[in-house]
Antibody
Framework: EVQLLESGGGLVQPGGSLRLSCAAS????????MSWVRQAPGKGLEWVSS????????YYADSVRGRFTLSRDNSKNTLYLQMNSLSAEDTAIYYC???????????WGQGTLVTVSS | EIVLTQSPGTLSLSPGERATLSCRAS???????LAWYQQRPGQAPRLLMY???NRATGIPDRFSGSGSGTDFTLTISRLEPEDFAVYYC?????????FGQGTKVEIK
């Protein structure tokens, strides 16, 4: 069974940083691309970033490019999202998602809440 | 960026009724790279359909997808209580991939 467990969310001040983690199990992590998708409170879904199975290539939404960095450690079956220069607009639930052989977000974790506020 | 517009915003129906959800793209999605997701309250999204008409693993056959070009439809043939949720379409044809704003299917 595919399991994705996000962690690292919390309350951070504007301008601050946070690193999210996603621990994966139940599949061969190193064989699949991964994504982060976020959802602001009461809003829809926004794709944030994706990474290839070996760690490249990486892709970012314009809204986070230059501030967020996506990486993975295939030896630890873990995905990371380093978020810098956070603003209130980054407040959201951040979902980790596994891509399939078809490049869609096939499985999702339960999400971790990031709140940017002073 | 391809903008996806879903309609209606809210669909009020009774269990057993048919639901028809629309997703319109601002430009043609040429490779049938269109997916649908379901999100129940308090839960993560779940993949329903990909490649327009392919059901994801474990999705019942009351869900079907159709369309091409700029107009796509998700149909739920007979609503079950667990189908009342928010549905999002997503295009993965062009980068950046994008989602529609969602259609809420609520109990009438």
């Amino acid at each position: 069974e595919v399991q994705l467990l996000e962690s690292g969310g919390g309350l951070v001040q504007p301008g601050g940083s946070l690193r999210l983690s996603c621990a994966a199990s139940g599949f061969t992590f190193s064989s699949y691309a991964m994504s982060w998708v976020r959802q602001a409170p009461g809003k829809g879904l926004e794709w944030v970033s994706s990474i290839g199975d070996s760690g490249s290539p990486t892709y970012y939404a314009d809204s986070v490019r230059g501030r967020f960095t996506l990486s993975r450690d295939n030896s630890k079956n873990t995905l990371y999202l380093q978020m810098n220069s956070l603003s209130a607009e980054d407040t959201a639930i951040y979902y980790c998602a596994k891509r399939g052989t078809v490049p869609v977000e096939e499985y999702w974790g339960q999400g971790t809440l990031v709140t940017v506020s002073s | 960026e391809i903008v996806l517009t879903q309609s209606p915003g809210t669909l009020s129906l009774s269990p057993g009724e048919r639901a028809t959800l629309s997703c319109r793209a601002s430009q043609s999605i040429t490779s049938r790279y269109l997916a649908w997701y379901q999100q129940r309250p308090g839960q993560a999204p779940r993949l329903l359909m990909y490649g327009v008409f392919n059901r994801a693993t474990g999705i019942p056959d009351r869900f079907s997808g159709s369309g091409s070009g700029t107009d796509f439809t998700l149909t739920i043939s007979r609503l079950e209580p667990e189908d009342f949720a928010v549905y999002y379409c997503q295009q993965y044809d062009k980068s950046p991939r994008s989602f529609g704003q969602g259609t809420k299917v609520e109990i009438k």
